[in-house]
Nanobody, 115 residues
Framework: QVQLVESGGGLVQAGGSLRLSCAAS????????MGWYRRPPGEQREMVAL???????SYADSVKGRFTISRDNEKNMVFLQMNSLKPEDTAVYYCAAARRMQDYWGQGTQVTVSS
């Protein structure tokens, strides 16, 4: 089992920045891709950014150029640097990790961007 714990969410004004962190624990050997997803109020969960164990990244079009995903494989952590935040970025952000054909999810952290 893999446990994921997010931190770093909060309230920020439009144009501001936040950095989310996610720490993986438990059976972390063999974790492959990790990523961030979000669920805006009243909407479905959507992919924000993904990063493979080798460091290849992909982003949702809505965050390209503003968000940066990174990971520290030694510490089993993944990060999401969010710049130029917009009110439409308001959502619960979830960390995800894939290991041995299973997906694991954190409990989420709230990000609220005020206009």
């Amino acid at each position: 089992q893999v446990q994921l714990v997010e931190s770093g969410g909060g309230l920020v004004q439009a144009g501001g920045s936040l950095r989310l962190s996610c720490a993986a624990s438990g059976t972390t050997f063999g974790i492959g891709a990790m990523g961030w997803y979000r669920r805006p109020p009243g909407e479905q969960r959507e992919m924000v950014a993904l990063i493979t164990s080798g460091g290849s990244t992909s982003y949702a079009d809505s965050v390209k150029g503003r968000f940066t995903i990174s990971r520290d494989n030694e510490k089993n952590m993944v990060f999401l640097q969010m710049n130029s935040l917009k009110p439409e970025d308001t959502a619960v952000y979830y960390c995800a990790a894939a290991r041995r054909m299973q997906d694991y999810w954190g409990q989420g952290t709230q990000v609220t961007v005020s206009s």
